[in-house]
């Protein structure tokens, strides 16, 4: 060893001596969003660095709010797409944890059926179930059960909430039946029910206990005023993170609409079926028109929580958030099919977006959405560490399952369609109905909307304020996307992502997180082009 080499220092020591250093490795937030010095960032122009690990991943929670009052058991929005979010979406994301906007290019009544639709689908006390009479048939149970999937249904003499009970029909009763049978030949009349004002727990016990697939609530004279069902028991096993209202314990759901004064008739249609969140859907946020409509919102609806945008600036946010917003939608063009950014000259990188508004927003108690860009799990653990509440997901989702639309094949993959609500196609005024939207049913406690026309009011020009244009100018693009598998795999897959990336962080939830970067404990790092194709798959055949 040369004798000139320099002394080792004692290792009992090194923590000691790491606190010589002026200042920790990395950037600290403010320094890593400096756009004087680094302008605009994306997610993927820098990463956070790691910490110490001192827990299990699986203890990780992922619990964040999207508006004031609404808190998330996981971070994931699926966006208000006519391919990407109807009724089947909604419900899958809300079951695992998250929230599915619906669109709302479409007309209001399919809408509204669709937003009924997510309402009914887990409860905890069914307040309105579907309700037959005595001289009902076989064949209006067979129709509830086409359209909304169940078959157990309550029989009261008038065939209304509120008529005294008489029976029960179940899907055992209508097997090899004749479709006229009437269903007081046929209906179950020894019946185990509950009284009016019995607790949610001990109805659920009652109906464990008798092995019924369904428990009727009556009052004192033995009129039914409400319904308990089995299969909510079993969705609460299954699905723990499930996305509840925490009285009635209905899946919360989710609606956008535009700023023009139709959507007001809309937006009634919408609270009538049960909305609990409503999305202004604007590509700029910041006008008289969403002003207006916020103000009108939270005067007409003071319960109905109000997501705003999109913003991409403190200025832009500082009007919706005096209007009333209970949460703000962050992105302008950096969706995976928009092109405002190039196509208008208008926008901002998503990550300085997210960023600044979030740090704005936040002193007014009004959490944010990042909407675009999100790409990956490392895409959505960014956003959240620049203060965002949950993102929001179009081309992510596009291409499972449960998106709309029907698979087909392209160059020998299995692909759904997916366009930008700024595409061409979708601003084509009178273009068809979605083919979910087509679906009608009549009879008894019907929640879809009779047959109708093949034309609506079209979401996409009033969401990119060209209504009134002659030449429509495209914000977006069209295009197909491979088949993903369904979202009850690929949401959970999202899920274990983000904990282990939390693990590696070393926090333990989203509060802890953001408090961290705000602290400077959690560090940054910029990544130059070579960075970002050394961390990405290379050197491969």
């Known amino acids: 060893m040369p004798s000139n080499a320099e002394a080792s220092l004692d290792p009992a020591q090194a923590l000691e001596y790491l606190k010589t250093y002026e200042r920790s490795d990395g950037l600290s937030i403010t ?77 209001p009544a399919a809408q509204a059926a669709m937003v009924r639709a997510v309402k009914r689908h887990e409860n905890g006390f069914i307040n309105d179930p579907v309700v037959l009479s005595p001289s009902h048939t076989v064949e209006d149970v067979l129709d509830v059960k086409e359209r909304l999937g169940f078959a157990g249904i309550p029989i009261t003499d008038d065939g209304r909430l509120g008529g005294k009970l008489v029976g ?56 039914l005023t409400s319904l308990l069902a089995r299969s909510d028991l079993l969705k609460n096993k299954t ?26 008739d809309r937006l009634a249609l919408l609270v009538d079926a049960g909305l609990d969140i409503v999305v202004l859907d604007s590509s700029q946020g910041n006008s008289i028109y969403q002003i207006d409509m916020i103000k009108w919102i939270k005067q007409t609806y003071p319960k109905l929580e109000v997501i705003a945008g999109n913003v991409v600036t403190r200025e832009q946010a500082a009007n919706l958030i005096a209007a009333g917003a209970d949460g703000l939608r962050v992105g302008m063009g950096s969706g995976s099919i928009c092109i405002t950014q190039e196509v208008m000259a208008v926008g901002r990188p998503q990550a300085t977006a997210v960023y600044a508004v979030a740090e704005f927003a936040r002193k007014f108690g009004v959490p944010v959405i990042a909407d675009g860009g999100i790409g990956n799990v490392g895409h959505i653990v960014k956003a959240l560490a620049l203060g965002a509440g949950a993102v929001m997901m179009g081309g992510l ?23 930008g609500m700024g595409s061409l196609e979708a601003m084509e005024q009178g273009k068809p109905v979605p083919p979910s939207a087509q679906r009608g049913g009549k009879g008894p406690g019907s929640s879809n909307p009779p047959a109708k026309k093949t034309t609506h009011e079209n979401a996409a020009t009033s969401r990119y304020f060209s209504e009134s244009s002659a030449v429509k100018v495209a ?6 996307v491979q088949d993903k598998g369904s979202v009850h795999a690929f949401i959970p897959y999202l899920y274990a992502g983000l904990q282990h990336s939390f693990q590696d962080i070393g926090v333990r939830n989203v509060r802890e997180l953001q408090d961290s970067v705000r602290a400077g404990k959690t560090r940054f790092e910029l990544r130059t082009t070579s960075a970002q194709i050394e961390g990405g798959v290379h050197g491969l055949n």
């Not at 090899?176 to 607790?199: C, H, K, N, W, Y």
């Not at 535009?258 to 959507?263: E, F, V």
């Not at 449960?402 to 392209?410: K, N, S, V």
Request: hydrophobic share 35%; net charge neutral.
């Open 31 to 107: 320094d890593l969003m400096d756009s004087r010095v680094h302008g605009g960032l994306t997610y993927n122009d820098f990463l956070l660095l790691p910490g110490k690990i001192d827990f299990a991943a699986q203890e990780v929670v992922t619990e964040s709010r999207i508006t004031r009052n609404v808190t998330l058991k996981t971070p994931f929005m699926s966006s208000p797409m006519d391919t990407v979010t109807e009724s089947e979406m909604a419900i899958a994301m809300a079951l695992l944890g998250g929230i599915g906007v619906i669109h709302h290019n479409q007309p």
């Open 475 to 480: 914000q977006g693009v069209s295009g197909d």
């Open 239 to 264: 699905f723990p993170l499930a996305s509840k209202r925490p009285e009635s314990k209905q899946l919360y759901a989710a609606a956008a609409i535009g700023t023009r004064p139709a959507d007001r």
């Open 397 to 419: 989702l596009a291409g499972t399952t449960e998106a709309p639309g029907e698979y087909f094949w392209h160059e020998g993959k299995r692909v759904k369609a997916y366009r």
């Open 168 to 223: 029960i029909v179940t899907n055992r009763d209508i097997q090899f039946r004749a479709p006229s049978t009437p269903l007081s030949e046929i209906m179950t009349t020894d019946l185990v029910t509950a009284p009016e004002g019995i607790t949610l727990q001990e109805a659920n016990n009652i109906l464990r206990d008798s092995k019924k697939g369904k428990l009727p609530i009556i009052d004192k004279e033995g009129r």
